[in-house]
């Protein structure tokens, strides 16, 4: 993370949406690329999954890698959220394979970014010709309660109140 353009914003939003989806019960799995040479996820978000996410190393770009693939499956869940980095290769890679196996894909855009901010727009604009949906930290999270008399409503807004504003 110290080479991402946009980092605490990236790692806060990140940690701010497992933290919301757990509240709603709603499953979350972390991937990470390479941990022996990478490390693993940072202590941010790491601390913000729910006990029940799954964490999945890979070496494949892609996130679309058996063991997601088949929590998915077993899940049954149409949509995905994405969010993380680099933009332009795991993020990219993995919903463009999303897509391609048929899942509904949302990218969070202030949550994904790239050691190179110079490759993040056209890696959006890639996604979003593949079929994915751009959306953002807080509209994702109005969109799952899609009420305010929604029972975990309470539960969620000081979890909106936090995601940072882009300067």
């Known amino acids: 993370m110290p080479t991402i353009a946009a980092a605490p914003r990236v790692e ?10 757990g509240i709603m019960g709603i499953p979350v799995i972390c ?3 390479y941990v022996r040479g990478l490390g693993p996820t940072v202590a941010t978000v790491r601390n913000a999954l729910p006990t029940t996410a799954e964490v999945i190393e890979k070496t494949r770009f892609s996130a679309l890698v058996d063991g997601v693939r088949a929590t998915l499956r077993t899940q049954r869940r149409p949509t995905v959220l ?7 290769v795991c993020v990219l890679q993995s919903v463009l394979d999303l897509v391609a196996a048929g899942w509904t894909v949302f ?5 994904i970014s790239a050691g190179q901010p110079d490759q993040v727009d056209p890696a959006f604009r890639r996604m979003e010709r593949a079929g994915a949906l751009p959306t953002g930290t807080l509209s994702s999270m109005y969109e799952l309660l899609g009420d305010a008399s929604h029972p975990l409503f309470r539960d969620i807004l000081p979890i909106a109140k936090q995601v940072p504003k882009n300067a």
């Open 12 to 21: 806060a939003n990140c940690a701010l949406l497992a933290q919301a989806a």
């Open 31 to 33: 991937t990470e690329q």
């Open 82 to 88: 994405v969010c993380g980095v680099e933009a332009h």
């Open 107 to 111: 990218h969070v855009t202030d949550a």
